[in-house]
C-alpha cells in the first residue's frame, strides 16, 4: 500500500470515531489557551505599545537598565558555574554507584535518599537550611566557629544550593547511561595495559559526552529558571527570574516584565531544543541497548577510597542540611537559643496556617488526576495515532518544561487578567483557585507525558488491534487495554504531579490571592522576614504531607498487584 492511501486510511479511521476526534480538539483547545495563549501574549505585549502600534521600544528600555543587562549576565554565569558542578558531582556518584564494588548497603541507601530528597520538598529548603547553618546565626559560622560577620549570600550561596539541589537530577541520568556502555570495551583498553585513567578518558568519557552534555543542559536550564533559591539567598546578586518578579510586584511594569520574560524564555528554549532534538537523540545513538554482560566493579583501594569518601561527604552533608529543617522548626530562637519548643508549630496553627496547607491540599489533589489522566491520553495519542496536529500536542505539551515559571506567571497576568477574555466566559478566571490549578497542570504535564511515552512504546500495537477488531471505539480501548497496562506510569504521573504541585511557587507567587494563599508562599514569606522558625514549621509539615503521599501511593500499588513500586519520583 502507497504512503498516500495509508494516510488517506488513517485520516478515515480517524474521522470514524467521534470519541477520539472530541479528544483531540478538546486538547488542542487546552494546550492554545493555557500554554501558546499566555506565552503569544507575551510577545505581543513585548513589541506592541498602546497608541503606537508595533515597536521594539520596550525592549529598548529593558535593555538600558543597567539592572536588567547585570541580571542577564549573572544569569548565565549562574547556569554555566551550577551545570558544571552539578554534572560533575552527580558523574562522580554515578561512577561509584555503578563501577566500584562499595560493601557499605548504608552508602547505597544513602544515595537513594539523596536522590529522592530534592524533588519531594519545596525547592528552596535548602537555601533556609544554609542561612541557618552558614549565615551571622548560624549554627555552624556563630556558634561553633564564632564568626558574627559571615556572609552566606549572593552567587556563592546560590551555586552552593543549587548545586546540591540539581546533582541529583544529573546522577539519575548518568547512572542509566553508565549501566549501558559494555564492559568489554573498557576491558579490551585495560588488557592492552592502558591505566583506568587512560580508560576513563579514552572509552568511557567519549561514549559520555552527548550524556554529559545533555545532563549540563537540563540543569542549566534549571539553574537560570529558578526563582525561589536566588529570591531567598541571592541577596544583591539579581537573576532574571527574580528581576522579572520584582519588576512586577515592585516597579508594577508589567509590559516591562513581558520583554524580560521573553529574553528569558528565548534563552531556554533555545536550550530546550538543543537538549531534547540533538543531544537527547545523540545520546541515545551513542547508548544503545544494555550492556552485553555484567560489569566486574573496582575494588582497587587508590580508586575506591577517595571517590566513595568524597560522595559519602556530599551525601551526608546534604542528608545533615534537610534534617535541619525540623531542628529549626523546634528551637526556640535560632542562633541564641537552642532550647526545644512547639511554639513555631502552634503559632502555624494558630495564625491562618490551616488555610494555606487547606489550599494547597485540596488544590493539589484537584490538580494531581487531571494531570495524569492528561499525560496518558497525549502520550496514547502521540505513539498510538496517526492525524496532522500530533506533532504540535506533543510539543507544546512538553513546552512547559522549557518555560520559566516567573514567565508562565507573567503570561497567565497579562493574559487572563486583560487580554482577549476582559469579557466572556474565562474573564473571571484570574484570581480565582482554578488557574493555579490549571497551571500546577501546565508545569507538570511534561514530566507525565514522557513517562508515559516511554511506557507505551513498549506495548505491542497487536494487543489494542485485537479489540480495535471486536469492535471497540478508542475510548473503550484506552481505558479497558491500554491504561491498566500503563498503570504503572499512570500513578507515578499522578504522584509527581501532586509534589510537583504542592511544592511549586515560581509559576504561582504571581497568582495567589488572599483567599488562596499556598504553603510554598507562606515558607518564602516568613523566610525573608528573618522567622525562620514558622518557615521550619511550615515545610516540615510541608515535607511530611509530601512523604505520607508517597508512602499512601505505594501502598495503594502493592494491594493494586502493580509490579513496579513507586521509589522515587521523576
Known amino acids: 500500500m502507497s504512503r498516500s492511501k495509508s494516510a488517506q486510511l488513517d485520516r478515515k479511521k480517524l474521522f470514524a470515531d467521534p470519541i477520539l476526534v472530541s479528544t483531540i480538539v478538546l486538547l488542542l483547545v487546552f494546550l492554545i489557551l493555557f500554554i501558546v495563549y499566555p506565552l503569544f501574549v507575551l510577545l505581543i505585549d513585548s513589541v506592541y505599545v498602546k497608541g503606537e502600534g508595533f515597536s521594539m521600544e520596550t525592549f529598548r528600555r529593558i535593555l538600558d537598565m543597567d539592572r536588567f543587562r547585570k541580571a542577564f549576565s549573572n544569569t548565565l554565569v549562574l547556569g554555566g558555574i551550577t551545570g558544571i558542578l552539578s554534572t560533575v558531582i552527580g558523574l562522580l556518584f554515578a561512577y561509584v554507584d555503578c563501577y566500584m564494588k562499595v560493601r557499605s548497603k548504608v552508602l547505597k541507601r544513602l544515595f537513594d535518599v539523596v536522590s529522592v530528597l530534592p524533588v519531594v520538598s519545596p525547592p528552596f529548603v535548602l537555601s533556609l537550611s544554609a542561612i541557618m547553618l552558614f549565615g551571622r546565626s548560624g549554627i555552624i559560622t556563630r556558634t561553633i566557629l564564632h564568626i558574627y560577620d559571615a556572609n552566606i549570600y549572593g552567587l556563592n550561596g546560590i551555586v552552593i544550593v543549587q548545586t546540591l539541589t540539581f546533582f541529583p537530577v544529573c546522577y539519575l541520568m548518568l547512572k542509566g547511561l553508565l549501566k549501558n556502555i559494555d564492559p568489554s570495551l573498557e576491558e579490551a583498553a585495560r588488557d592492552m595495559g592502558a591505566s583506568r585513567w587512560k580508560v576513563f578518558t579514552t572509552v568511557t568519557l567519549p561514549l559520555l559526552l552527548p550524556g554529559l552534555g545533555n545532563a549540563f543542559l537540563v540543569t542549566f536550564i534549571e539553574a537560570v529558571a529558578d526563582f525561589a533559591n536566588p529570591m531567598l539567598i541571592g541577596g544583591s546578586y539579581d537573576t532574571l527570574a527574580t528581576t522579572i518578579y520584582l519588576q512586577v510586584t515592585g516597579a508594577l511594569d508589567t509590559t516591562g516584565a513581558a520583554a524580560m520574560s521573553c529574553v528569558l524564555l528565548s534563552l531556554t528554549m533555545v536550550l530546550f531544543l538543543l537538549q531534547k532534538y540533538y543531544l537527547e537523540r545523540k545520546t541515545a545513538s551513542t547508548l544503545t541497548g544494555k550492556a552485553s554482560r555484567e560489569r566486574m566493579l573496582i575494588t582497587d583501594k587508590s580508586v575506591t577510597r577517595p571517590l566513595t569518601i568524597f560522595c559519602a561527604a556530599v551525601a551526608a552533608f546534604v542528608v545533615m542540611m534537610y534534617i535541619m529543617i525540623p531542628f529549626g522548626a523546634l528551637f526556640k530562637l535560632w542562633g541564641r ?113 514522557r513517562s508515559g511515552i516511554a511506557a507505551l512504546r513498549q506495548i505491542d500495537k497487536s494487543i489494542e488491534e485485537s479489540a480495535y477488531d471486536l469492535g471497540a471505539n478508542s475510548g473503550r480501548v484506552f481505558m479497558t487495554v491500554t491504561l491498566p497496562l500503563i498503570k504503572d506510569s499512570f500513578f507515578s504521573g499522578l504522584v509527581t504531579a501532586f509534589v510537583r504541585s504542592i511544592t511549586a511557587i515560581s509559576a504561582i507567587i504571581l497568582l495567589v490571592t488572599p483567599q488562596f494563599v499556598l504553603i510554598t508562599c507562606k515558607i518564602n514569606e516568613f523566610a525573608e522576614k528573618g522567622s525562620f522558625g514558622v518557615a521550619c514549621a511550615y515545610a516540615t509539615i510541608l515535607i511530611a504531607i509530601v512523604y505520607a503521599a508517597i508512602l499512601l501511593m505505594n501502598l495503594f500499588m502493592r494491594f493494586f498487584g502493580t509490579s513496579k513500586k513507586i521509589t522515587e519520583v521523576e
Open 337 to 449: 537559643n537552642y532550647s526545644l519548643t512547639l511554639k513555631w508549630f502552634k503559632y502555624v496553627f494558630d495564625y491562618g496556617g490551616m488555610n494555606a496547607f487547606k489550599s494547597s491540599v485540596v488544590l493539589s489533589l484537584i490538580a494531581a488526576p487531571i494531570t495524569a489522566i492528561l499525560s496518558m491520553i497525549i502520550a496514547y495519542l502521540v505513539v498510538k495515532k496517526k492525524f496532522r496536529s500530533k506533532w504540535f500536542i506533543e510539543f507544546v505539551s512538553i513546552l512547559a518544561m522549557a518555560v520559566p515559571g516567573t514567565v508562565l506567571g507573567v503570561g497567565f497576568i497579562r493574559g487572563y487578567s486583560g487580554g482577549l477574555f476582559r469579557t466572556g466566559l474565562l474573564q473571571g478566571l484570574y484570581g480565582t483557585g482554578a488557574i493555579l490549578v490549571i497551571v500546577f497542570i501546565v508545569r507538570s504535564l511534561p514530566v507525565g507525558t
